[in-house]
């Protein structure tokens, strides 16, 4: 069986960081296995900018900063397969795969790193009810029709939900010739970032109705029109609010799911709430020598942060290869803190934290459960808090990070949990 | 003018398909007529996929003899044919003491009916067989012969099978009329092209009792009764074993739970009367009382795992009986009316029952020895098999090593080949019956346009002729403007 000291699965922004980062680690013998027949993953279809602004200090497109990985692992000769769809993740890590060229192949990793990405969650799982006829897309899938492919999928828009991908695609849409009629929001917040409603629905006219839904498909071989209804605080269409919207198109940005049917066959542990693989502070999966990172972790808003979250992932899984086999089965058993998420704050990633393990400064991230407005967000070492830093606005379609340090963990031997939460003062 | 055909056969659905299968074992000239453009586009691709075991019908009624016959016919016949049924078994949970007896009138008229095996468990076997059964489950009639199918796969089956011996298949002819002429032959009137025939089979569903109006002045009606359904991930497929009916009340047979050939939870359905035999749209009730029902007989239905729901249309008559057999006054109108549950599981009975009829009346010969094929190849299935037998099958065409349905593992190899069967997919959702490309728990999302692009490419379609479900289902508008 071929051997790899590093098999990546997935080469879209999280894959590709994490094999710069474990080539840079030095750890040179690895393999990128990307489904699509490019690697770059979503990047390719964001022709938009708004990229890279953390990374680079200046505004690419999507295919841009992606581009600057691609270019980056080429230089580095790390080998990526594409076209490989990997079928199988074993727990001894064994990854099955297959492609035109090999057929059905399995490569035996020293490490894996788990970067799959996300999907978009369907229609289906929302139950709108009505008919199924053409005309319904994910935001994504319309984003691929017109930016990938050139094509049209509507003229006359209804956008439900207004995650970041629903936002860019009613400015896309309108660019392209196209009538976008509303964008609906279930919650009274939108699930985007700021930025992208000021550029992508302010900039041209398009409103955002809060607290709103689809309440009707209709037409049954073409969407012909959809039903916009106001919700209550239950989030219950309330009667007679009723709208009919004609319409060709009903585009969904209602959500993006970890794509985690892999990291389950391999046994990994997922968080019911990320959906995503519960992660230690080197971003190592519950299955030893198996990491993960991006949006098959938790989904992100900035691909920044992907990257930065890839590149520790790529750093750890060259580490994991590197270290003994003894070193290896003393990690299993040092000490571990829970990092709990408390008030507001959904999750965190990590979820545990060794101090002894742990760098000089480890990034906690997370995402808030509602839009709080003033609130401080506070670390607690035990019962002792160590941070509080106030937020003039959180919100649910934003990550936030908190940044935690070795030495003060280390000080306070004997604590039991790291807390963090918000708080009102 | 002489007939062009000994049959025409109106309908591609399980049952339109079942009787031209049977009816190419003759030497005889065999149209079937269909609205929509693919078989199994109707009533047949939106059910429940349960081979029921025949304990429901009245003794004695048509329905109970067809169904448990059509229990019996469908394990070899998915032999032959190469489609996926599996015989998973049922169970009808009782939930309160008060209503043992209604258990007992079931096992009783079961027994009657002619089906196997059946017999009452009491709770610790039942929990044993279903540890998620409800709390409240006291006892379930077992009826171990019942099972699952997939209905795309069966119906596209004996669609395939006819086709190959030699039976003819016209897509997207609505029927506008039927009428006997001078010479006793049949003019079928389509929106394709008129058919002369000796003989009509009525095989449409929920038309069949527009079609059967049309030359009979013994009117029959159908009613559509709508069910709506939830279909939840594979990842839940697996949280019942067996297909678990609630016991029928007056309320109706009520919400069942059961896995389904494809590896998935199905939840439903709801059961309501409508007017509109073309609204097999969802409703925010019908999902709600599906949601809310389900957890009678199972608990911890995860549905938050639902990946679509759909709603589909009993062809009911206030008889609840099927309608089969020659028409009075209407000499070679043959009626296969009605057919609504268990008409799935009937359909291999209904089939030979049809065919036996109308081989009377016209007096068919069999083709010559040898000549007819009896045995169908079915889609090869990549998703939940050996890992060899797709490095087998990738070493010797390489496009089973592009997988282009992420979800269900269907590569490009399937989809080439479900276009380019006898009677091969024209749409998106052709494809997806046929091998199941986008329907999985994306729904389509990463795979349509991939799918779009290999309809283009093999069948020479431009890319705004490519469409979900036939003509008006058109995935894509003009670039430029209208």
């Given at each position: ?19 710069i980062s474990a080539f840079e680690q030095g750890t040179t013998n690895i393999c990128v296995l990307e ?350 808090r160590v941070s509080h830093r106030k937020k003039r606005v959180l919100a649910p379609g934003e990550m ?26 | ?482």
């Amino acid at each position: 069986m071929e051997q790899r000291d590093i098999v990546i699965v997935g080469g879209g922004p999280a894959g590709l960081a994490a094999a710069i980062s474990a080539f840079e680690q030095g750890t040179t013998n690895i393999c990128v296995l990307e489904r699509d027949v490019q690697l770059g993953g979503i990047l390719n279809q964001c022709i938009h900018n708004g990229f890279g602004l953390h990374t680079f200090k200046e505004e690419l497109t999507g295919p841009e900063y992606a581009l600057r990985y691609v270019k980056r692992a080429q230089e580095l000769g790390i080998e990526c397969r594409m076209g490989t769809m990997v079928l199988d993740v074993s727990p001894d890590r064994v990854v099955t795969a297959v492609n035109e060229r090999q057929g059905v192949f399995s490569i035996q990793a020293g490490s894996v790193v788990l970067a799959m990405g996300c999907r978009e969650r369907p229609r289906g799982a929302l139950n709108i009810p009505g008919f199924r006829p053409a005309g319904v897309y994910t935001a994504g899938t319309a984003q691929r029709l017109v930016n990938i492919e050139g094509q049209m999928p509507g003229r006359e828009v209804v956008i439900l939900g207004s995650g970041d991908i629903g936002l860019i695609m009613a400015r896309r849409m309108t660019l392209e010739g196209a009538h976008v009629a509303c964008v609906a929001e279930l919650m009274p917040y939108s699930g985007g970032l700021k930025r992208n409603i000021v550029q992508c629905l302010d900039d041209y006219g398009i409103p955002l109705l809060l607290s709103h839904t689809v309440t009707r498909v209709e037409g049954k071989r073409r969407v012909e029109a959809v039903w916009v209804a106001q919700v209550d605080e239950s989030l219950r269409p309330i009667p007679g609010t009723e709208r009919r919207y004609p319409c060709d198109t009903l585009l969904l940005s209602v959500g993006l799911l970890p794509e985690n049917e892999l990291s389950r066959g391999a046994g990994v542990e997922l968080s019911p709430i990320t959906r995503g693989p519960v992660v230690d502070e080197h971003l190592q999966t519950s299955v030893a020598g198996v990491f993960a990172c991006g949006n098959v972790l938790h989904v992100h808003d900035l691909v920044d942060y992907v990257s930065q979250e890839a590149a520790a992932a790529g750093a750890s899984a060259a580490r994991y290869v590197q270290g003994s086999d003894d070193a290896r089965e003393a990690d299993k058993d040092v000490a571990r803190i829970p990092v709990v998420a408390q008030d507001g704050v959904r999750y965190t990633v990590p979820s545990s934290i060794s101090p002894d393990l742990m760098d000089d400064k480890l990034t906690v991230r997370f995402r808030v459960g509602n839009v709080y407005k003033d609130r401080f967000v506070s670390v607690y070492l035990g019962e002792e808090r160590v941070s509080h830093r106030k937020k003039r606005v959180l919100a649910p379609g934003e990550m936030e990070e908190v940044v935690l340090k070795r030495a003060d963990l280390c000080s306070r031997p004997g604590i039991d949990r790291i807390v963090v939460k918000l708080e009102e003062e | 003018m002489e007939a062009a055909y000994d049959v025409v056969v109106i309908g591609a659905g399980v049952s339109g398909c079942a009787v031209a299968r049977e009816l190419s074992r003759y030497d005889a000239r065999v149209c079937v007529v269909e609205r929509e453009e693919d078989v199994c586009c109707g009533t047949s691709k939106a059910n429940s996929a349960i081979v029921h075991a025949g304990f429901d019908a009245q003794t004695g009624s048509l329905m109970a003899k067809l169904n448990v016959e059509g229990n019996e016919l469908m394990w070899e016949l998915a032999e032959d044919l190469d489609f996926k049924v599996r015989r998973c078994g049922s169970l009808v949970v009782c939930t309160d003491e008060q209503s043992r007896p209604g258990l007992d009138d079931l096992l009783a008229r079961g027994k009657a009916n002619g089906v196997p095996d059946l017999r009452i468990i009491e709770r610790d076997e039942l929990k044993e067989m279903e540890p998620n059964i409800s709390d409240a489950a006291v006892c379930a009639l077992w009826a171990p012969s019942a099972g699952i199918v997939d209905v795309f796969g069966l119906n596209i089956a004996l669609a395939e099978n006819a086709a190959q011996n030699g039976v003819e298949f016209v897509f997207n002819a609505e029927v506008s009329d039927v009428a006997r002429q001078g010479d006793g032959t049949w003019l079928v009137k389509t929106s394709v092209r008129d058919l002369r025939t000796r003989c009509v089979v009525n095989a449409a569903g929920v038309y069949s009792d527009v079609i059967h109006n049309m030359v009979s002045d013994d009117k029959i009606q159908i009613i559509p009764r709508k069910g709506e359904y939830m279909l939840l991930d594979t990842t839940a497929g697996s949280h019942v074993s067996h297909t678990i009916f609630m016991l029928p009340t007056k309320m109706g047979k009520g919400i069942l739970v059961s896995p389904t050939a494809h590896g998935n939870l199905l939840v439903g359905p709801t059961a309501s009367d409508v007017e509109d035999p073309e609204s097999t749209d969802t409703t925010v009730e019908g999902l709600a009382e599906v949601a809310s029902k389900c957890a009678l007989t199972v608990k911890d239905v995860p549905l938050r795992e639902v990946i679509t729901s759909f709603a589909g249309l009993r062809a009911h008559q206030p008889g609840h009986e099927f309608i089969i057999g020659e028409v009075e006054g209407a000499p070679g109108f043959v009626d296969c009316a009605a057919i609504e549950s268990p008409g799935l599981t009937s359909c291999p009975a209904i089939g030979r029952m049809v065919a036996d009829i109308v081989s009377s009346l016209l007096g068919l010969v069999d083709k010559p020895d040898g000549s007819w094929v009896a045995k169908r190849k079915g889609f090869v299935t990549l998703e939940g098999e050996p890992l060899d037998v797709w490095a087998n099958l990738a070493k010797r065409d390489k496009a089973y090593g592009n997988v282009i349905c992420r979800c269900r593992h269907v590569t490009e190899a399937q989809i080439v080949d479900a276009i380019h069967r006898p009677l091969g997919a024209r749409s998106l959702d052709g494809v997806k019956r046929r091998v199941t490309a986008g329907m999985g728990r994306c729904q389509g999302g990463f795979c349509s346009p991939k799918v779009m692009e290999i309809l283009e490419r093999e069948l020479g379609m431009e890319p705004e002729d490519v469409t979900k479900s036939g003509p008006g289902s058109e995935l894509l508008v003009q670039e430029g403007g209208e």
